[in-house]
């Protein structure tokens, strides 16, 4: 298993049960291949979406979800995963909620081969949510889970990636107030590498509608979400929701193992209909 250097606020994946990442040998693909070339199971209503980053950076996603939702959810996934790892919730998730569900596979992993590179990520999560808005949805929900969690939440704030992001990336695009709710699930709340850093809590404002939702047994994930909730109501977000789950399934494994987190992340989507 690949593992990338990041440091998630001390959070690897060995710190968690292997449900924290993916268990398979994922495959490196171009950005416009078969999502069979890349996945191993494919939803059948699934298919693959190549997008364009603000730098023209190209990136390999699946889209998930019949035409002319009104709500369009972007997915940005944890460590050691790819876009192949989140396709079947991603199909339960658009049939639960009658959503469009959008996953982007990051730089340097799955279809989106080439350097990684941390600072980017904000915004080409940005750029999947515009690229839902200009296909018919008319409100977005971002998800981010476990590394993804601050990608997700600086992507959604009205500043965007501009204020999240060190070194500062003053051209990535921003989606301003179009993210109605944002969801974090088992959250880091910022990664680091050499290249930079993207934390959720340096952003000054926040969608109205937050959801946090995460394990227990692992008490850095429990201090990250308590953190990012009292930052997110300090910030004057309104609706902040927290849901807290025994044990120590992580990322993945945390919505595939618990009910009431899938019902949980169906809520967030839902209050955006």
């Known amino acids: 298993m690949k593992m ?3 440091a998630l606020t001390g959070l690897t994946c060995a710190a968690f049960a ?4 993916s268990d398979k040998e994922h495959r490196s693909v171009a950005a416009d291949a078969k999502l069979e070339a890349q996945c191993e199971s494919i939803p059948s209503d699934a298919r693959r979406l190549t997008l364009k980053a603000e730098d023209g950076f190209s990136l390999g996603a699946a889209i998930i979800g019949q035409e002319g939702m009104s709500v369009g959810v972007v997915i940005s996934y944890g460590a050691s995963q790819t876009l192949c790892d989140w396709l079947g919730e991603g199909r339960r998730l658009a049939a639960a909620t009658g959503s469009r569900v959008l996953i ?3 730089r340097g992993a799955g279809a989106s081969p080439g350097k990684e590179d941390i600072r980017k990520l904000p915004g080409d999560v940005v750029t999947a949510g515009k690229w839902l808005k200009s296909h018919g949805a ?3 929900v971002f998800i981010g889970s476990s590394m993804g969690a ?3 939440l600086s992507a959604s704030t009205p500043t965007g990636p501009r204020e999240a992001v060190s070194p500062r990336e003053q051209s990535a695009p921003v989606m301003g107030r179009d993210v109605c709710a944002a969801v974090a699930i088992s959250p880091a709340s910022s990664i680091e590498t050499k290249a930079g850093q993207v934390s959720a809590l340096a952003a000054s404002s926040f969608p109205a509608s937050l959801w946090i939702a995460y394990e227990k047994g692992n008490r850095n994930v429990s201090s990250n979400a308590v953190t990012l909730a009292k930052r997110l109501k300090d910030a004057g977000s309104p609706n902040v929701r927290t849901l807290a789950v025994d044990g120590n399934d992580h ?3 945390l919505v595939k193992g618990h009910s009431s987190v899938r019902r949980f992340t169906d809520e967030a989507v839902r209050s955006c209909r």
């Open 150 to 152: 601050p990608i997700a």
């Open 138 to 140: 008319h409100r977005l």
């Open 18 to 21: 292997m449900s924290a990442c």
């Open 4 to 6: 990338r250097a990041l």
């Open 251 to 253: 990322s993945i494994g």
């Open 104 to 106: 982007v596979d990051q």
